[in-house]
Structures are given as C-alpha cells and as structure tokens.
C-alpha cells in the first residue's frame, strides 16, 4: 500500500473548474476527481499554513492542539500530540516528505525516515523542485508500503507562471501595464503594502491591472496542474499508480481583492476558507463520486487510519496504529461510500495572523468575530446569508441582531468547551506578542524610519518607496 499526501498550498477551490470554474485552469485535477471522489464542500477550519498543516496531522483543530497561530514564536506543540508520520513508521510504513515546512517549526519534521527539505535560495519553491526530488525517492522506493507527504507552492505568491500560460486567462490585446488603467490603486497603497512590496509586485512590475494578477494566479494553478500530470505519468511508469492512494488537498485559498485582500490568504471568507479535496485510490474508492456535504482538513487523519486498518497491506502492523484520543475530525469512508453527506453539520472557522478572527458555516449563514483587525478595516461581527448573498457582501449583523447573537453564543459554547479551563491561546497571542503578520510590517517601517501609527495616517506606495530610498 502507498499513500501520497499532497499539499497545494493557495489553492482556492472555486478557480478549479471541477468546483464550477469556467477557465481551463485544472484539466488534469478534474481527471482525478473522475477517476475518484471530489469533496465540494471542504473546509480549512484554521488558517493560513502553519495551523492548517497542524491540524491535518493531528486530526485536531488549533484549539485542540493550542496552535491558532502562524509565524507565532509563542507556538509550541508537545512531542506527545500524536502525529500522523509518526504512527504510520511506526506500523511499518517507509515515511518521506518533500516539503519545506520545517523552516517555520520543527514538529513539521516529525516521524518522516526520510525528510527532503524543498527549501532554495528563494522563498517560493517550483513544482518541477518538487518533482524533482519525489521521483528518484519513488523509484527508490516502488516495492515498500510507504507514506509520502508532498507540498507544492506553485499557486502561492509571487504568481510567476511560465508567460505562455498566461494568455488562455487574460483578455487579448489588453495591457496590464497600461498608466490609464488605475485599478491596482488600492493594492498599492493598503497598509500592507510594505509587507507585500518585493515579492508581490516588484517582481512582476508596474502592473496597472488588477485582473492581470488574477490571470497570473489561474496560470499557476495551470502550471501545478501540469506538475501532478506529471506525478501521474511517473507513478504509472513505475507501475504503482493503481496501489496509490492518492489525496489531494488546498491548506487553504486566496482572495483576489475581495473584501479589501490583495493575493493573499486572510479572512474566514469563501475564498480563503473553501478549499480542494480529492480522492483517488483505483478499486477501492468509487469512480467519480462528489460529495455535497460539510468536511474539514482534520477528517484527512482518520480517513486514511481507516484505510490502512481497511487494506491490511502485508508487512503493516495495522494493530500498532493507534485511534487518537480528542481528534475532532472524523473518518471521510461513510461519505466516499455514499452512506453519508458528508462529516459535520457546520464547520467552526478561525484566523490569527494578519488578523484575530472566529467564525461558523452553516449551510446557509457565515458568521464571524473579529477580534483584531489588524491592517484591515471589519466590523466587530459579520453575518451573511450565503444563499442570497455568495459573495458574502452584505452585512446583516446589525438588521439581524438576535441571530447574529445566536450564533456568536453558539461560537463562544464552542470555544469554552475546546479550551475546557485553558487560556485562550488567541488571547494569549494577542496580549503577549500580538499580530504576527503585523508584526512583521513594524519591523519593516522601523527599518524605513517610520512607526505603525504613523504609516496608518498615510499608506501611500510613493510615501514608502521614498522611505526605502526608491525614486
């Protein structure tokens, strides 16, 4: 038995046509899905990267596991949180990864025999580098029951896609670098540009158009899509593919200027929170199922638990894997099988990074808490009617008080029967160290002579790049 865990970090699922995408950004994506199952409904249930991947490897959402938190140094997860890598070696799987997340925190490391560290000389990782090192690991590999956890970064910032992928996704004729169109205005001079300014748009150049950004992200997503063909066509070649379960998930999405975000992943909302699932594993997973109800990332742990325990490959001490107390997600077999919808009736939501927030999906309502802005503008609570309102642009809050209050008690139930007498590790993060990402862009204007305060009186791109010494 092989499985390969695959990471496509930034991969928002409504820019994937499987998930109702008019541009032809995924064609090799929808032929996995056809060949297995598609969750239409998945959800990242903490954002971004860090606590995303924790979650997944845990079973456990942050405030289970305490980390809530990305880019945090007050973050720490105890050796004896069970750990998915670890319980697979330990029944006798052969576990790698091709990843680099041990540059943000060790645990990332945990369990693998064989640890391939993707990192380069930049901070974005191409998924040929991946392919690259995956291949000969595979090849080396093919005959033992292994566990391989891959993470390609191609939909993540900066968009730098091959330039001929890009005309199938931006009008022709049109320039992006055209002074009349003033449409990046807004992007150039939000409070996070200092942030933002080198490896989003000085490596693209004077870009005036907004939509060309967005050309730039589906060109990727296109791009990572030629690269898992290419997975593919190598687990086919070496004749494993039809004993490969194979799962594919987003950690989480992007908006692309919605809700004041510019090409970057913050905000409980859709775009950000809605993310891929795919499924395939030939003879054992249905061909072409889609499942409509609610799943989270957690529910990834004891699917493939179950699996294992369900296959008994030869070599495998299926009796050594253990059934992880305190997990929150819950085996994804019912739905693949079509017993089930899905796995939760609503999905709890939360964000610390660029911005301290908590929220719940239902299937009709979002609602969410902020709790630091940070450098956006939002109401303390939102609440959308998402049948009515998909793009989640009208605030009922105010005109709905009593529901918005219903579900912020049903939010703070949740959160006091997590925490079960624990400190907040939000409050904690905030109180102690605050904003992570905000942080950063402190230490960005000290070292351009200018404090926080001082740059939300006037976030001007010129203003800074004069601070910065560019004329």
């Not at 939909?155 to 002074?179: C, K, Q, S």
């Not at 009736?345 to 908590?358: I, M």
């Amino acid at each position: 038995m092989k499985i390969i865990l695959v990471s496509l970090d930034t991969l928002r699922a409504s820019r994937l046509s499987g998930y109702g995408y008019g541009k032809p950004t995924s064609p090799h994506l929808d032929t996995i899905a056809g060949q297995g199952v598609l969750f239409e409904r998945a959800y990242a249930a903490d954002i971004p990267t860090e606590v995303a991947h924790t979650g997944i490897f845990t079973g456990k959402v942050g405030l289970t596991t305490g980390v809530v938190s990305h880019g945090s140094e007050l973050t720490h997860l105890p050796k004896s949180v069970p750990w998915l890598p670890t319980m697979l070696r330990t029944a006798g799987f052969v576990t790698g990864a091709v990843d680099n997340l041990y540059q943000l925190k060790e645990w990332f490391a945990r369990g693998y025999r064989y640890y391939i560290n993707s990192v380069g000389g930049n901070r974005w990782i191409d998924g040929k580098t991946v392919n690259a090192l995956a291949f000969p690991w595979l090849e080396q590999h093919k005959d033992d029951s292994f566990f391989l956890f891959l993470h390609y970064w191609d939909a993540h910032t900066p968009y730098l896609p091959p330039p001929e992928l890009v005309p199938p996704f931006y009008e022709a004729g049109r320039d992006p670098f055209d002074p009349a169109n003033g449409s990046m205005e807004r992007a150039y001079n939000h409070l996070a540009y200092p942030f933002f300014k080198h490896h989003h748009y000085d490596l693209i150049g004077e870009v005036t158009d907004s939509d060309y950004y967005d050309a730039l992200y589906d060109a990727e997503i296109r791009y990572l899509d030629d690269r898992l063909k290419e997975l593919d066509r190598h687990l086919e070649s070496l004749g494993i593919a039809d004993d490969t379960l194979l799962v594919l998930f987003g950690d989480h999405g992007e908006s692309l200027t919605e809700h004041d975000i510019y090409w970057d992943h913050c905000g409980l909302y859709e775009p950000t929170v809605h993310v891929p699932i795919l499924m395939r594993w030939p003879g054992r997973i249905p061909e072409g199922r889609r499942v409509p109800g609610f799943v989270q990332q957690v529910d990834l742990l004891p699917t493939l638990l179950e699996a294992v325990r369900r296959e008994r490959p030869p070599g495998i001490d299926a009796a050594r894997l253990p059934d992880p107390e305190g997990i929150d997600g819950k085996s994804l077999w019912p739905a693949i099988e079509g017993k089930a919808g899905g796995t939760h009736e609503l999905v709890y939501l939360s964000e610390c990074a660029w911005q301290a927030a908590r929220g719940i999906r239902t299937d009709r309502y979002k609602f969410i808490r902020t709790y630091d802005s940070g450098p956006f503008i939002r109401p303390e609570r939102e609440l959308y009617d998402l049948l009515a309102d998909p793009h989640e642009t009208v605030n009922l809050a105010a005109r709905q008080p009593e529901l918005a209050n219903r579900f912020e008690r049903l939010l703070d139930e949740w959160v006091a029967a997590k925490l079960a007498g624990r400190r907040d590790p939000m409050t904690r993060q905030l109180e102690e160290a605050g904003l992570p990402f905000r942080r950063r862009i402190e230490q960005i204007l000290a070292s351009a002579g200018t404090t926080w305060d001082e740059w939300r009186l006037d976030p001007r791109r010129e203003r800074f790049d004069k601070l910065v010494g560019k004329h």
